[in-house]
Antibody
Framework: EVQLVESGGGLVKPGGSLRLSCAAS????????MTWVRQAPGKGLEWVSS????????YYADSVKGRFTISRDSAKNSVFLQMNSLRADDTAVYYC????????WGQGTLVTVSS | AIQMTQSPSSLSASVGDRVTITCRAS??????LGWYQQKPGKAPKLLIY???NLESGVPSRFSGSRSGTDFTLTISSLQPEDFATYYC?????????FGQGTKVEV
């Protein structure tokens, strides 16, 4: 059974940092791109970042470029999102998803940026 | 970035109705489009991939089609469990972009 389990969310002050993790199981992790998608409270879905199966190719939304870093560890079957210089508008539920075509998603982890 | 214009933003429907939701891409995206259903407090669920392919386990009342840069999700006979928000996503290039969402309500 494919499972994606996010962790690492929480309350952080503006300018702070958080590192999200997504633990994958039930499939050949090294064969898939992985992606982070977020959803601000009451808003729609926003693609955030994707990383290729090898980790060689990485893509970011303009809204997070230079502040967020995606990475993956094949030994741990995990993908990470290091979030720095957090702002109030980064407040959202963050989902990891197996791409493409995003057939499996995690349950999400809430990140709240507030003083 | 490719813009995905999704319409309507919301619609009222009844059980048994035929429902149509449209996404228009700002440029050609081939068939690199998926449709997702999201219920409150839950992760999105894949319904359609490659513009018209039904994901395994998804009821056949859901279908997708393409005409140029216009993409349509159709629910042939709305069921009580279909009241949700629906999103399209283009993955033709980066940044990938979602439509704004369509809330289907009673």
């Amino acid at each position: 059974e494919v499972q994606l389990v996010e962790s690492g969310g929480g309350l952080v002050k503006p300018g702070g940092s958080l590192r999200l993790s997504c633990a994958a199981s039930g499939f050949t992790f090294v064969s898939y791109y992985m992606t982070w998608v977020r959803q601000a409270p009451g808003k729609g879905l926003e693609w955030v970042s994707s990383i290729s199966s090898s980790g060689k190719y990485i893509y970011y939304a303009d809204s997070v470029k230079g502040r967020f870093t995606i990475s993956r560890d094949s030994a741990k079957n995990s993908v990470f999102l290091q979030m720095n210089s957090l702002r109030a508008d980064d407040t959202a539920v963050y989902y990891c998803a197996r791409s493409l075509p995003y057939d499996y998603w995690g349950q999400g982890t809430l990140v709240t940026v507030s003083s | 970035a490719i813009q995905m214009t999704q319409s309507p933003s919301s619609l009222s429907a009844s059980v048994g109705d035929r429902v149509t939701i449209t996404c228009r891409a700002s440029q050609g995206i081939s068939i690199d489009l998926g449709w997702y259903q999201q219920k409150p407090g839950k992760a999105p669920k894949l319904l359609i991939y490659g513009a018209s392919n039904l994901e395994s386990g998804v009821p056949s009342r859901f279908s997708g089609s393409r005409s140029g840069t216009d993409f349509t999700l159709t629910i042939s006979s709305l069921q009580p469990e279909d009241f949700a928000t629906y999103y399209c996503l283009q993955h033709y290039n980066y940044p990938q972009t979602f439509g704004q969402g369509t809330k289907v309500e009673v």
